[in-house]
């Protein structure tokens, strides 16, 4: 970055799109006085936590069940863009601030986490134009504010290969079921693994007559009798090719408790009686006797913080215990987590707390207190690919962007690729 560009905003402009669920969402492109440019557009959740930044909707039935966001599309427009204009948009953490400012509440109910986020992301996107730098090392050097963070690697991928829950059309609980390459695979042959166990799995589903169709996140939604039917599925699907389990792929969940916790208790179908919490942490280290997991996300509620512990003190030596709904992607849950000993690592969103500088803090906080970054999509995504150049600028360990299959997934899993080529070269 040795000359200095004119990186002063130009315009601020936010259309109405549609997400990969059918419902709205914003794209908002950002022109610099120097005519460079950027556009960004925002994920949404469907397991949506309640420590989440909130995003603005309309609410208006007649229009897309109420999922509009024209109100957020006028919030860019004629609140956020006249302030914007003018201002440098290189300086991230000004750019963010002024946003933050003008909400004033502190999960941006005001403006919307969607509205901001859309401006804070396209603002990034087109001074790195402006730069004629690749993104990911633009953020890179914006990151290193916070955090010096030499460009080494490229992160795991975790594949999302069977859909629950709330992403899922069939009958299980838990929301994901994951494969995970080892984190010694270079990029290129981790995606080949998952994208190879994926067609696998397919085969067996097909095999055993199961529903083989997909879910939200690209996965495949069956219908099982118990959440470790969903497990065997993959451990088979990983015999039928050549990586061997527990030395080339592992396995993983998103568990996203939260969603079917009631009262104190969770209830799924692998037993007919609800599960207490202890009972629970109990059902998962037995679950981790059997299938030796490498990431177990979510296993608790997001409230249930004494469970957290006392889970992550038990397995936290054979399983990176992640919080998402649990963290927010929030710096004061994170702080909390870490003095307690609560997990051992965190889900990153940049939607779940709205701008890039937050979401930096957060990052810089996790990787001082070695908490382990997974740079994560939403259930709802465009093909936007943003968070794929964001996690190799943080250097996060591993990447969850769904299963190797559907546009809005295999996009960022793609842009990976390129960047792995790039950094090869260099
Ligand atoms: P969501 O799910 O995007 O629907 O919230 C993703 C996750 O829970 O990790
Ligand atoms: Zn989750």
Not at 207 to 235: C, K
Request: net charge neutral; with cysteine; aromatic share 8%.
């Amino acid at each position: 970055m040795a000359t200095q560009p004119n990186t002063n905003i130009y315009s601020v402009t936010a259309r109405e799109i549609l997400d990969s669920r059918a419902n709205p969402t914003l794209e908002t492109t950002v022109i610099l006085e120097s005519g460079y440019r950027g556009t960004a557009s925002v994920p949404a959740g469907a397991s949506l936590g309640k420590y989440e930044a909130v995003e603005k909707r309309d609410n208006d039935a007649k229009r897309y069940g109420g999922m509009g966001v024209q109100q957020a599309v006028e919030i860019v427009n004629a609140t956020l863009a006249p302030k914007l204009t003018g201002k440098n948009a290189a300086d991230q953490a000004a750019i963010d601030k002024l946003m933050l400012d003008l909400d004033g509440t502190p999960n941006k109910k005001n403006l919307g986490a969607n509205s901001i986020l859309s401006v804070s992301l396209a603002v990034a996107v087109a001074a790195a134009a402006a730069y004629r730098t690749a993104l990911y090392r633009y953020l890179n050097v914006q990151f290193s504010v916070y955090e010096r963070t030499p460009l080494e690697r490229i992160p795991t991928p975790t594949f999302n290969i069977i859909n629950g829950g709330k992403h899922g059309a069939g009958n299980l609980d838990f929301q994901e079921f994951h494969v995970v390459p080892a984190t010694s695979k270079p990029y290129a042959e981790a995606l080949r693994m998952g994208a190879e166990i994926y067609q696998s799995t397919k085969k067996i589903l097909l095999y055993r007559n199961a529903v083989h169709s997909v879910g939200d996140e690209g996965g495949f939604a069956p219908d099982l009798f118990t959440n470790q039917d969903a497990l065997e599925i993959l451990t088979e699907a990983i015999r039928a090719t050549p990586y061997r389990m527990g030395v080339d792929v592992f396995l993983g969940l998103d568990v996203a408790a939260t969603h079917f916790k009631k009262d104190r208790t969770y209830q799924i179908k692998d037993r007919p009686a609800a599960y207490t919490s202890a009972e629970f942490i109990d059902y998962f280290k037995e679950l981790q006797r059997t299938n030796r997991l490498l990431l177990l996300e979510d296993p608790l509620g997001e409230d249930d913080w004494e469970s957290w512990k006392a889970l992550t003190k038990e397995l936290g030596g054979e399983v990176l215990v992640i919080g998402d709904d649990l963290l927010a992607t929030n710096l004061d849950r994170l702080k909390k987590a870490i003095d307690e000993k609560a997990c051992g690592a965190i889900l990153l969103k940049p939607n779940q707390i709205g701008t890039l500088s937050e979401f930096f803090a957060v990052t810089a906080m996790a990787k001082q207190h070695d908490i382990k970054c997974i740079v994560s999509h939403r259930s709802g995504e465009t093909n936007d690919t943003f968070i794929a150049d964001l996690a190799v600028a943080v250097q996060s360990q591993y990447v969850k962007f769904g299963a190797p299959a559907r546009g809005e997934r295999v996009a960022k899993y793609n842009r990976l690729l390129q960047i792995e080529a790039e950094l090869r070269q260099q």
